[in-house]
């Protein structure tokens, strides 16, 4: 994929094991790693502390005839893939779906969200 030098947003690539998924919208991602906090002490000094933050990837995904909702559901042990118009990759390994992911007649659409103790941006 052609990269221009400025794009930061456009479209996105999603594959899970290797599958492209045919996704739509805001997709969103968080890397995972530990969370910087703030400590005080009573003499006004502060101190840094750490907790680790899992990862997730989610967005929305088109429910066509060839979507298989219910094993996006519930899938667990995937790796996903998310491919950013800036030539960014953002790979979730041995990710879980977490979202209730309820479909929307309307739109015709469902949410989804991948959480991984693994997400990390690799290009």
């Given amino acids: 994929m052609a990269v221009h030098k ?13 599958e492209q998924i045919r996704a739509k919208g805001s997709f ?6 530990v969370k910087n906090e703030s400590i005080a002490n009573a003499d ?11 990862g997730y990837i989610k967005g929305t995904i088109p429910n066509y005839n060839e979507t298989d ?20 990759i953002i790979v979730a390994k041995d990710a879980f779906q977490t979202d209730d992911s309820v ?21």
């Fill in 6 to 18: 400025r794009r930061v947003a456009g479209i996105i690539y999603l594959q899970i094991d290797g």
């Fill in 28 to 33: 969103e991602y968080l890397l995972s790693g």
């Fill in 44 to 54: 006004g000094t502060i101190g840094i502390g750490g907790a680790f933050v899992p």
């Fill in 69 to 88: 909702h219910a094993a996006l559901k519930f899938c667990e042990g995937v790796t996903v893939t998310l491919e950013l118009s800036n030539g960014k």
């Fill in 103 to 123: 479909g929307n007649v309307e739109s015709g659409e469902f949410p989804v969200q991948f959480d991984s103790e693994n997400v990390e941006e690799v290009r």
